[in-house]
């Protein structure tokens, strides 16, 4: 049974019902004097009654006797597969659930399927075609996912009918070689459907007593607008107040890699952001800040060469504390 969902699966309204904001302290429990006691509220929250109830009921499961039908079953697939390692510990985004506990059909895949998993030479594995595989990145196993330079013959012949669909000559000499070139671009502007989390961060978490504000600001993005295939570029400054947790400073820049670089619209970016620093840290609080140009607006439609388009999320005391967030906004705003 799953309580979370993966970030790149969730559109904006699912992220905005994904922070359960009884993680972070509330803001009348915050003294403008930060110190340690305003973390240690944040394990006493209110989804700790949802687990203990999971745990719970998992416990009288355990604690039933089985049927002869079921200790039949349990030893046929005791001999039948191999023990599962137990799952590590990892800080996962709790899900709102109105009180109740999530159920799936098992129809879900655990992981999202991106671009990367369209086409892949058969596999040695018995019974199992890759058309029915989940994003399957197990290295242990022969079917492996399909590298980037298996996927640019496609590409590079869509390219090729696009041109002839604009009344181009793909034969011409300037031509010849363009779309190669642009899908090797088009995979390196989305390169961030190949990153995840875990893997950037690369366990450049560390334990300081450390609770005041930090903040990293100025932070270049490049994107992809998924409406109309063109780009959006700007810079995002993202705060956070550590609870006896610090994240390496280059992380951050990393983290608005991973989801930049993508097809994107900048609203969903911007929460994108703020729940991975979240995962990754567990903070009193998380603020993210993105200000883009959109070509979708500056060299198309309505033309508008000098506008700008300014998001933002605050998570936790950001949200609740207006003395926390004017401070976060001063400290990017000035020059």
Known sequence: MSFTRQLSEMSASELNDAIDDTNFPQAHILSRGRNNS????????????????????????????????????????????????????????????????????????????????????????????????????DLELDHKPPTREALLPDMARSYRLLLGGLGENPDRQGLIKTPERAAKAMLYFTKGYDQCLEDVLNGAVFDEDHDEMVVVKDIEMFSMCEHHLVPFYGKVSIGYLPCNKILGLSKLARIVEIFSRRLQVQERLTKQIAVAVTQAVQPAGVAVVVEGVHMCMVMRGVQKINSKTVTSTMLGVFRDDPKTREEFLNLVNSK
């Open 38 to 137: 305003v973390c240690s509220t944040s394990s006493t929250s209110g989804t700790s009654s949802l687990i203990d109830r999971a745990l719970s009921h998992s416990e009288e499961t355990n604690n039933a006797a089985p049927s002869p039908e079921e200790k039949g079953a349990i030893s046929e697939n005791a001999t039948a597969s191999p023990t599962t390692p137990a799952s590590t510990n990892r800080p996962r985004l709790i899900l709102k659930t109105n009180g109740t506990i999530p159920e799936t059909d098992g129809t879900q895949p655990k992981t999202p399927m991106t671009p990367r998993t369209s086409t892949t030479p058969g596999s040695s594995v018995p019974d199992c075609s890759h058309e029915n595989c989940t994003f399957h990145h």
